[in-house]
C-alpha cells in the first residue's frame, strides 16, 4: 500500500482547487444594451444568486458586440478580470482613500465602519462600487462594472484589472467604450441611474455636531449664524435627540418638543435633518420594536433565532431589507416621524455595523430570507446591499409622508445604484491636514463612479481641529457638492465662528462665495440630474489628451467652467489655456486660507447675489462673469426652477443660455435660448455683465434680453 502524507494531500487540494478557479469559464452571451455599451454573460450565470441591485433596469440586448471591440473580459472561477493591452490611466471604486490615480491600487469591497480609515489601511471604507475606468493616451476611455455585490477585491494592476469575489458565484460585466471620460460616465449613469433633483437648501451650508444636546442648544446654533451673518441652511440631530437611542423617539428631557423646534428653525430660514440608524432596540415595550415583530421584519440566525448585534442602545434587532414588506414597514415609520416637520433623513451605521464581535458586522452566513425579485442568500451576498436597500425603503418613506416636496436622505452606506435614494459624505474622517487633501480626490472618485453628490466632514469629524485647518478647509470644502461642517463628541467646538474672529471671517467669506455661486451650483446638479455628469471633476476632464494632467489631485473643476485651488494645493498641474481669476467677495482674493477660482475662457458664469439661506431670492441681483476665448466669444447657461416640489417634471423650469461676442472693443451680450415655463423674470430685478480680460475687469448693466459693455 502506497503511503501518502495528509500534507500531501492537502497541498493536492490546494493546487486542484487553484486550478480549478483559475480555469478560464467561457461568456455564454453578449451584446450591446446601450449606445458603445456591451453586456458580457459568463457560462453559468445565475441571477437567483447573483441579483441585480445595481442597474436602474434590466437593459435588453440591441445587437452584437463589433468584431473590433476592444475591451473583454475574462471569466475564471473566482471572479472576473480585463487585460490592458496599452498603457492606461486608470480611476474609480467609488468612496476610497489613496490618489486619484488608482493604478497599482487594491480596495477591499466590504462596506465597513471604519473611523479615521484606520481598517485595512483604509482598503475598504462604506460603500462598494465595482467600477473603474480607463483612459487612453489619446483620451478616449473605457468603463467595467463588475455586477457582483459580493464580498470581493479589487486590484488595477499595470496590465490588468481583476475583480475576485467571494461568493463563488458568476456575475456578469458590463463595459462602456466611448471616445471621452466624461462619456463613459454618463454611459454608467445609464445603466445605473442618476440622482433626483434635491431641493434647493440642500446645496446650502449644513452645520452638525455629534450631538447638539437640547433643543436649547439647537436654537443657540441657529441664532448665532444669523446673529454673526454666517450663511446656513441646515442643522443636524445626531443620536442623542432620542430616548435611549431608540430610532423614531424623541428625548422627553432635551427634545420635549420637536414639532415646535423645527418650526421655530423654519422662521430663521433653517432647515432639520434627524439621524436614523437600521438598529432596533430590542425591548418589548418599545413601539417599533414591538410592530417590526408581529410583521416579521427581523434578520434571523441561521436557527431561525431573531439576530441581535449590539449598537448604541444595546442589543438590536435589524430590519431585513431583502423582504417587501420589511421596505414597506420601514417605509411606513416615517410618516408620523416627518410630520413633526422635519425636513431631511440622515441614515448611519447601515453598513451594517454591528459593535460586538470581531467582524464589526453580522456573520457572514446569517441568512437573509428574500422575495419578490430578490433570492434567499447570506450576509455575505447581502451586506454590501444593506444601505442601499435601506435609503431606498427611507426614500419611499419620506417621499409617501411628504409627496409635495422633494426628501434630501443621507447616507454613510451605500452600493454603486444607490445614489438613486441618498446622497453620501465620505464617513468618519480626523481633524488631520491628510484627510483634508485626500478629501479632494475622494469626493473626485465618488463623482467618476456615478455619486456627484458628496463632501466630506469639513474640518475633520474626530480629535480636536486647529484654527489653521479648519480655515485652509472651510476655504475649498464650502465648494464642494456637500458640504458640512461636523464634530465628534468630545472634540473642540466647530462652528465657524468657533475659532476666533480671524478664522469667522475666513468662514462668512468661504460661505458667502458658495452662495454667491448657487446658480452656476444648482444648474450644474441640475445636468448631474439629467445626464450624471460629475459635479466635482477632475482636472484631466479640461483635456483627458493631457498627460501632465491625469495625476493631479489637490486642484479640481466645478462642472466645466470653473478651476478650484485650494489654499494647500503645492505646484499643481493646471489645464492649458486662459484662465481668469475670479473674485467674488470683498477680500477673498487677500485671504489666504481661500481657494483660488479661475473662470475659464469663452465662459460665462451666473452668480447670485451673497445671501443668508436659500429662501433668499438668490437672482434678485445676478451677475454674469464673461471670460472671452481667443476668437472673443463666450457662452453659458444658467437652470433655475422654484427649488422645490416636482413643477420642474412638468415644464415648470427656466433654462437661459447665454453668448458673448467682443466687435471693435464694444462686447454684446444677448440670451441665445430660453426654454421652460417658469418665471424667472419675476426673481430677477438687476443684471450686471463683467467682462474679465487680462485680469482687468469692465463691468455694466444688462437686461435678459442682453446688453454691450465697452471692453477696449
Known amino acids: 500500500m502506497i503511503q501518502v502524507s495528509k500534507c500531501f494531500l492537502f497541498f493536492l487540494g490546494v493546487m486542484c482547487w487553484g486550478a480549478v478557479n483559475a480555469q478560464k469559464i467561457p461568456i455564454r452571451q453578449s451584446g450591446l444594451v446601450g449606445n458603445s455599451i456591451a453586456e458580457f454573460i459568463p457560462e453559468g450565470f445565475d441571477p437567483s444568486k447573483t441579483p441585480s441591485l445595481m442597474l436602474q433596469r434590466e437593459p435588453p ?193 432635551n427634545f420635549p418638543d420637536p414639532k415646535q423646534l423645527n418650526a421655530d428653525l423654519h422662521a430663521k430660514n433653517f432647515h432639520s435633518i434627524f439621524m436614523i440608524d437600521p438598529g432596533v432596540k430590542a425591548d418589548p415595550a418599545y413601539s417599533v420594536y414591538q410592530s417590526g415583530t408581529a410583521q416579521d421584519v427581523w434578520v434571523k440566525d441561521s436557527t431561525g433565532k431573531e439576530y441581535h448585534g449590539k449598537v448604541w442602545p444595546g442589543d438590536c434587532a435589524f430590519p431585513d431589507f431583502t423582504i417587501p414588506r420589511t421596505r414597506q414597514w420601514w417605509s411606513g415609520l416615517y410618516r408620523n416621524f416627518m410630520a413633526n416637520g422635519i425636513d431631511g433623513i440622515w441614515n448611519d ?86 484627510f483634508m487633501k485626500v478629501s479632494v480626490p475622494m469626493s473626485i472618485t465618488l463623482g467618476l463612479s456615478g455619486q456627484p453628490f458628496s463632501g466630506p466632514d469639513i474640518g475633520g469629524f474626530l480629535e480636536n481641529t486647529s484654527k489653521e485647518l479648519w480655515a485652509d478647509w472651510i476655504g475649498f470644502g464650502a465648494l464642494l457638492p456637500f458640504a458640512r461642517g461636523h464634530a465628534c463628541e468630545g472634540t473642540n467646538n466647530k462652528e465657524p465662528w468657533a475659532f476666533g474672529p480671524d478664522i469667522e471671517k475666513t468662514s462668512r467669506i468661504a460661505l458667502e462665495r458658495r452662495y454667491r455661486l448657487l446658480p452656476y451650483l444648482y444648474t450644474l446638479f441640475y ?127 427656466c433654462q437661459l443660455t447665454f453668448q458673448a461676442k467682443e466687435e471693435k472693443g464694444v462686447t454684446k451680450i444677448s440670451l441665445a435660448s430660453r426654454n421652460g415655463k417658469y418665471d424667472i423674470d419675476k426673481e430677477i430685478h438687476h443684471i450686471n455683465a463683467i467682462v474679465i480680460k487680462n485680469g482687468e475687469r469692465y463691468q455694466g448693466v444688462i437686461t435678459l434680453k442682453g446688453g454691450e459693455i465697452k471692453t477696449n
Request: aromatic share 10%; net charge neutral; charged share 20%.
Open 349 to 434: 451605521m447601515n453598513e451594517p455595523a454591528v459593535m460586538d464581535g470581531n467582524l464589526g458586522t453580522m456573520p457572514y452566513n446569517t441568512p437573509h430570507r428574500g422575495g419578490g425579485t430578490l433570492p434567499a442568500g447570506p450576509h455575505l451576498l447581502y451586506h454590501n446591499a444593506y444601505g442601499r436597500l435601506m435609503v431606498q425603503a427611507t426614500r419611499e418613506g419620506v417621499m409617501a409622508a411628504n409627496p409635495d416636496k422633494r426628501p434630501f436622505i443621507l447616507t454613510r452606506a451605500n452600493l454603486l445604484g444607490g445614489q438613486r435614494y441618498a446622497a453620501t459624505w465620505t464617513g468618519d474622517n480626523l481633524a488631520d491636514a491628510q
Open 527 to 653: 445636468k448631474a440630474h439629467q445626464t450624471g455628469s460629475p459635479i466635482m471633476q477632475p482636472v484631466f476632464f479640461d483635456d483627458p489628451a493631457d498627460a501632465r494632467l491625469r495625476a493631479e489631485e489637490q486642484a479640481f473643476l466645478l462642472g466645466e467652467d470653473l478651476l478650484v485651488i485650494p489654499s494647500f494645493a503645492q505646484n499643481p498641474a493646471l489645464p492649458k489655456g486662459n484662465w481668469e481669476q475670479l473674485q467674488l467677495i470683498d477680500g477673498d482674493s487677500q485671504d489666504a486660507h481661500q481657494a483660488r477660482l479661475m473662470l475659464k475662457s469663452g465662459r460665462i458664469l451666473p452668480v447670485g447675489k451673497a445671501i443668508q439661506h436659500t429662501n433668499d431670492n438668490s437672482l434678485e441681483e445676478l451677475t454674469l462673469f464673461i471670460s472671452l476665448d481667443g476668437a472673443g466669444k463666450a457662452k453659458g447657461e444658467l437652470y433655475w426652477d422654484a427649488g422645490e416640489g416636482w413643477g420642474f417634471k412638468k415644464g415648470e423650469y
Open 61 to 253: 440586448i440591441k445587437g452584437k458586440v463589433p468584431a473590433n471591440w476592444k475591451v473583454v473580459p475574462e471569466f475564471n472561477g473566482t471572479g472576473a478580470s480585463v487585460k490592458l493591452d496599452e498603457e492606461i490611466s486608470l480611476y474609480g471604486g467609488g468612496e476610497v482613500t489613496g490618489p486619484l490615480l488608482r493604478n497599482g491600487q487594491t480596495i477591499k469591497l466590504w462596506n465597513t465602519d471604519n473611523g479615521a480609515y484606520g481598517t485595512d489601511s483604509g482598503k475598504r471604507l462604506y460603500q462598494t462600487h465595482p467600477w473603474v475606468i480607463g483612459v487612453r493616451k489619446d483620451g478616449s476611455a473605457f468603463g467595467v462594472l463588475f455586477e457582483s455585490q459580493w464580498k470581493s477585491t479589487m486590484t488595477t494592476h499595470s496590465d490588468k484589472v481583476s475583480f475576485i469575489t467571494e461568493g463563488g458565484t458568476r456575475f456578469r460585466v458590463f463595459v462602456i467604450d466611448r471616445s471621452s471620460p466624461q462619456e463613459v460616465v454618463k454611459g454608467l449613469a445609464e445603466l445605473t441611474g442618476t440622482i433626483e433633483m434635491p431641493p434647493r437648501w440642500a446645496l446650502g451650508y449644513q452645520q452638525c455636531r455629534f450631538s447638539y444636546l437640547t433643543e436649547q442648544r439647537v436654537r443657540e446654533i441657529a441664532d448665532t449664524f444669523r446673529l454673526k451673518q454666517i450663511p446656513c441652511d441646515a442643522i443636524w440631530m445626531d443620536i442623542d435627540y432620542m430616548e435611549g437611542f431608540r430610532i423614531f423617539t424623541f428625548n422627553k428631557k
